[in-house]
Every structure is written in structure tokens, then in C-alpha cells.
């Protein structure tokens, strides 16, 4: 199939703690992941990647976690901060004659109280 | 500012008017995407080009034509189009080939009155 999904729509965490953002996917063919934050009135941004040879990829502040076996992906963010207020997609990356195709989660809103 | 450019930011339009929104990228990406968001919804693939041809028309309906006259550039060209469609266009480019992440413009948000 082509569903990529969330686990919850919501999320609120406490400035400086962490959170994770989780997202399940049901293409076992998948090699390819991202996650994008999209904050009110832009586009979405491009956060972190992996690929499926990988179960794990760090960035700055954030980590991707990827369990092939029962087809979950998380999003890891570290010491949260107000800045981090967004809603966050997980997309399945699929290919259709050499180009992309992105299938997205419906999205989790990350909520940073002070 | 991920350079790709949509113009306009926001558009209301009638039923009966014919628009067309523009997305520009000179990021050198050879492939080109439109997508809708609407809310409570995720986002919609619409069309797919690579190499400026299309390779995917995701059952959007014929009110909604795209163009893409060079790599750098795609158009959505619209007309007759329903208040339902309301909702905001994202323009998306990358490179072709696949694995490699998508760079999306700030959308234009459409309202059909």
C-alpha cells in the first residue's frame, strides 16, 4: 500500500526536555525516508534523511531512527526550544521514472510550552 | 528561503476565472512536483515532472493543468475550478534519480469563492 502514518496528531512538550515524533510505513520496499518540519505559512522544510541500508542518522540536535522489521520511523529532537513549534512529516520516498515521488504522513504539531 | 519561488503567495478566484500559479527553482534540479494541501488531509502529489516531461498525473482532475516549459520553471494553470479546491499549492523541485530530499517552495494559498 501506500499509506506512511503518524501515531499521534498532537504532541506537547516542556522547553529544553525531548521529544519523538513517531511515524509507521507499510512499503517494505521503502529505501528511502525524510523528515520535514513545516512551520505556519511556509512550505515544508527538509529536517533529516536516511536510507534503508541505515538504522540510525544524526544531525544537529536531531536523530532518525529507523526499524525496518516492523516498519517504524521516529524523529528524535533534542533539548526542544520554541523555535521547534511545527507541524512534522515523515514521507516514504518512492521513485516514478527517475523522478521522486513523496508520500506523506498526515502529521504530528509539535507544541513547545515554556 | 530554499530557492524555489511561488507566485502569488495567495490568490482568490471565482468559479468561472481562469489563474495560473507559477513556481520558479534555480537550484539546478531537473525534476518538478506540485502538491495540495488541504486540511486534515496529508499532502497530495498532484504532477510529476522529470526532465520537463510528465511522468505522473496522481487522477487530478482536468480543471487543473500543468506546464513545464524548462527545467527551471512549472506552471499550474487552473479554471472552473469548485470552492472545494481551495487548499494550498506546494511547488517542489529535486533531483532526478531519486534519493535525494525535495526542496519546497512557501505554496500559494487558493481560495475559490
Known amino acids: 500500500g501506500e499509506s506512511v502514518g503518524l501515531h499521534l496528531p498532537t504532541l506537547s512538550v516542556q522547553e529544553g526536555d525531548n521529544s519523538i515524533i513517531n511515524c509507521a510505513y507499510s512499503n517494505s520496499a521503502s529505501d528511502y525516508f525524510i523528515w520535514y518540519k513545516q512551520e505556519s505559512g511556509k512550505g515544508p522544510q527538509f529536517i533529516i534523511d536516511?536510507?534503508?541500508?541505515?538504522d540510525k542518522r544524526q544531525g544537529q540536535r536531531v536523530t532518525v531512527l529507523l526499524n525496518k522489521t516492523v516498519k517504524h520511523l521516529s524523529l528524535q529532537i533534542a533539548a526542544t526550544q520554541p523555535g521547534d513549534s511545527a507541524v512534522y512529516f515523515c514521507a516514504e520516498n518512492r521513485r516514478v521514472q527517475g523522478a521522486q515521488k513523496l508520500v506523506f504522513g498526515q502529521g504530528t504539531r509539535l507544541t513547545i510550552n515554556p | 528561503e530554499t530557492g524555489v519561488t511561488q507566485t502569488p503567495r495567495h490568490l482568490v478566484m471565482g468559479m468561472t476565472n481562469k489563474k495560473s500559479l507559477k513556481c520558479e527553482q534555480h537550484?539546478?534540479?531537473?525534476?518538478m512536483y506540485w502538491y495540495k494541501q488541504s486540511a486534515k488531509k496529508p499532502l497530495e502529489l498532484m504532477f510529476v515532472y522529470s526532465l520537463e516531461e510528465r511522468v505522473e498525473n496522481n487522477s487530478v482532475p482536468s480543471r487543473f493543468s500543468p506546464e513545464c516549459p524548462n527545467s527551471s520553471h512549472l506552471f499550474l494553470h487552473l479554471h472552473t475550478l469548485q470552492p472545494e479546491d481551495s487548499a494550498l499549492y506546494l511547488c517542489?523541485?529535486?533531483?532526478?534519480?531519486?534519493?535525494?530530499?525535495?526542496?519546497f517552495g512557501q505554496g500559494t494559498r487558493l481560495t475559490v469563492v
Open positions: 536516511i536510507r534503508s541500508n541505515m
Open positions: 517542489a523541485s529535486s533531483l532526478r534519480g531519486g534519493g535525494t530530499e525535495a526542496f
Open positions: 537550484l539546478g534540479h531537473n525534476a
